[in-house]
């Protein structure tokens, strides 16, 4: 005589049930923890784009720019390599790469001291197309339930060109989420 082991109609449905129950169950957690990743996920991906830009100054040994797609940093940006460094992309100038936007309800915000571009010289120091020193900080602005948006990260880039990543509250500028 031989006996079949396996599960029966029953067992799979019970199975099924109590999977679904967990997976209710555990939405919510789930979801929150996405909504507190998307910051995370930006600010590193400008980070990434950031290190790109100066890497590829340093081993082209050319002019590299990281401009803002239509002169908003929350709809993307591009890499380019930038011969003439006017940091305004020629036909002749390749293109290294392009961003996507921001997550919705997103802000990418630079202050007066990157404006709409980031411009690496070969030997990797941040300059403006006019020689002159360019440093200053990208703020990711994410929605808040309470305070409508508020800075999450901060990247400052600093006199010699290399980036820095900001979290602590403390540290991050609120005012520049409020501003439109």
């Known amino acids: 005589m031989h006996h079949h082991q396996g599960f029966s109609l029953l067992d799979l449905l019970l199975a099924l049930a109590i999977m679904s129950i967990a997976a209710v169950l555990a939405a ?8 507190r990743a998307k910051p995370v996920i930006e600010s590193e991906r400008l980070l990434a784009s950031i290190w790109a830009a100066r890497h ?5 040994g050319k002019p590299v720019t990281m401009k ?11 890499l380019f390599v930038d ?15 392009v961003a996507e936007p921001i997550k919705k309800d997103h802000q990418l915000k630079a ?14 120091e941040s300059r403006r197309p006019s020689g002159s020193l360019q440093m200053g900080t990208f ?4 929605p808040s339930p309470t305070e409508g948006r508020k800075p999450t990260h901060a990247i400052v880039i600093s006199a ?12 991050l500028n609120a005012s520049i989420c409020e501003a439109e």
């Open 28 to 35: 919510p957690q789930f979801s929150e923890l996405t909504t």
């Open 56 to 60: 590829a100054a340093i081993t082209q």
């Open 68 to 78: 803002a797609t239509g002169n908003d940093w929350s709809e993307g940006w591009i």
């Open 83 to 97: 011969d003439n460094h006017s940091a305004t992309q020629e036909a002749n100038e390749p293109l290294l790469h």
């Open 111 to 124: 202050n007066s001291g990157i404006g709409m571009a980031l411009s690496y010289l070969p030997h990797g």
């Open 139 to 142: 703020t990711l602005c994410a």
């Open 160 to 171: 010699t060109g290399r980036p820095r990543t900001i979290q602590s509250q403390s540290q």
